[in-house]
């Protein structure tokens, strides 16, 4: 756990989730899925049972090359941060990364702390050597954070997701570990 202070002077924790936030995480999901056009999720669409979404937090938390981040303010969640990987032996070494920060904490330079916390994470822990994500092609912001931190674009998949009546393209980008 640790602290850390985004723009306003908000002083914010960063903590590896556990099964005990499985409640607050679902919740926190299906919030900011209607914040956002750029999840694959909306509004109240995060369906998790609790107890099996408590089953995967604990299964995570054991896995060597994964990772559940949550970023608070006064114990309420503001941003999860994740770092998912295979336990198979030919994909192990990827890491599909994900974060998700609450609209009112967006621009702050959160995301930026929690990328940079996760790429250290995965370049210390002895197996991660690329790490994989995809966002929609509109997420400009985002985009050039990933290229700022090294990112590079693999792919483009066409009209793959449907947002406010139109489809949309998600880009694929990834980065290798030194």
Known sequence: ???????????????????????????????????????????????????????????????????????AIHSEIIAIATINSSQKERTKHVGTLGIVISQKYTGMGLGKILMNELLEWARQNGITKKISLVTNENNKVAIELYKKLGFEVEGLLKQDNFVNGAYCNTIMMGLLLP
Do not use: C, W
Not at 9 to 27: F, P, S
Not at 49 to 57: L, N, S, T
């Open 1 to 71: 756990m640790r602290n850390v202070t985004i723009k306003n002077n908000l002083e914010v924790t960063i903590r590896e989730a556990g099964h005990e936030d499985a409640q607050n995480m679902i919740n926190f999901y299906n919030v900011v899925g209607g914040e956002s056009d750029f999840l694959s999720f909306g509004a109240g669409e995060f369906k998790r049972d609790i107890q099996d979404y408590k089953e995967y937090i604990t299964a995570t938390s054991s896995e060597p090359n994964s990772i559940m981040l949550l970023a």
